[in-house]
């Protein structure tokens, strides 16, 4: 049932690492005409942190870079991320809040941001990253304040003002079943139960060559979300390894691409892939997870990581 494969990016002030501008022009040839991708997510730019850094001042400047470069490409785009608890303006820290301005900030977000794109975006990701390992809520700002209330109302105001979206709850280790899969099953039976809005659970895959589940395990996990009629995509898609680059860990790391995404094409209601960026360098994983990296599938020079033609045979 795949429906779209594609890569996340940033618009060209937020790429991480300075000094690549000579690679600029070959990236976007593969990002935009190649025909590689049919679908696109902008990395950062529809973040809280950059669309409303300042309390109630809207600004939609990186993420329309992508949106607009999407719509030209002919692309499916995928939008992220209206609730989370990380990359917020900072200001939201230093309120006090009460539920009733809470409320108030985190539907005047939606409004805004969702609004502002409602005929862009195929998808949202409503809510990112709402769990902890264990199952139990993630202590958030937005739990803290309202509980899980705040999910419901994130969802409800989104139906409302997107919607031609199609709604997401998004979340990483949902790759086999585990204590988080079984509480975002929970989750989608709950609001499904309260008459909300909700079509889709992304499993961001963000996976690692060394460690990592079965083909089965994957298709659990899909299978369990499928079941409950909700589309299921894997939205931020990469596979880091441990430093330096071997031909051993490139071997592991294709068989981990292959193993996803070949779970994905063979579960009906997964819908499609979006790498998390497919140039190594523009990757976030060497500035979170130290010693490790070539986390995409396109190195340095361009040339292709033997994943690439894992995946096209797996899909
Ligand atoms: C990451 C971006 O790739 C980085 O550029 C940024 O500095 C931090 O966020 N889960 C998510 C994504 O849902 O939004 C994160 O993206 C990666 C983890």
Same mark, same amino acid.
């Given at each position: 049932?795949?429906?779209?494969? !594609? ?30 991708? !049919? ?25 329309? #870079? ?13 939008? %992220? ?22 409320? #108030?900030?985190?539907? *005047? %977000?939606?409004?805004? /941001? ?20 264990? !199952? ?61 809005? #909700? *079509?889709? /659970? ?9 460690? %990592? ?58 819908? !499609? /892939? ?10 976030? /994983? ?14 340095? *020079? ?14």
């Amino acid at each position: 049932g795949m429906m779209y494969f !594609g890569s996340a990016t940033d618009s060209p002030g937020q790429r991480e690492r300075a000094g690549l501008e000579a690679a600029y022009s070959k990236y976007d040839e593969i990002m935009w005409k190649s025909g590689e991708f !049919g679908s696109t997510t902008p990395t950062n730019g529809m973040k809280w942190l950059f669309t409303e850094a300042e309390q109630g001042v809207f600004n939609y400047t990186e993420g329309e #870079i992508v949106s607009k470069n999407a719509k030209k490409a002919g692309q499916i785009l995928r939008c %992220h991320a209206l609730v989370w608890h990380s990359q917020l303006g900072l200001w939201v820290r230093n309120v006090t809040w009460t539920p009733e301005t809470m409320r #108030i900030a985190i539907v *005047d %977000h939606i409004e805004k /941001v969702a609004g502002h794109w409602k005929d862009e975006c195929y998808a949202w990701d409503v809510v990112n990253e709402a769990f902890e390992e264990d !199952g139990t809520y993630r202590k958030s700002i937005f739990y803290e304040t309202l509980g899980p209330e705040y999910i419901e109302l994130a969802f409800k105001t989104a139906a409302r003002v997107a919607p031609k979206a199609k709604l997401y709850y998004n979340d990483y280790n949902l790759e086999w079943p585990n204590k988080k899969t079984e509480a975002t099953q929970k989750l989608v039976k709950d609001l499904r139960a309260k008459g909300i809005k #909700i *079509d889709g /659970v992304g499993l961001q895959a963000h996976m690692m060559a060394e460690d %990592h589940p079965t083909l089965d395990q994957h298709i659990a996990a899909i299978q369990g979300f499928a079941d409950l009629k909700v589309d299921v995509a894997l939205t931020e898609l990469d596979v880091r390894l441990t430093l330096p680059v071997t031909e051993a860990n490139l071997a592991q790391q294709k068989v981990v691409y292959a193993n996803v995404v070949g779970a994905c094409a063979q579960v009906k209601s997964c819908i !499609g /892939v979006t790498l998390w960026d497919f140039y190594d360098p523009f990757s976030w /994983v060497p500035y979170v997870f130290s010693g490790e990296g070539a986390a995409g599938l396109w190195f340095e *020079d361009f040339t292709t990581h033997p994943a690439y033609d894992g995946i096209i045979d797996a899909l």
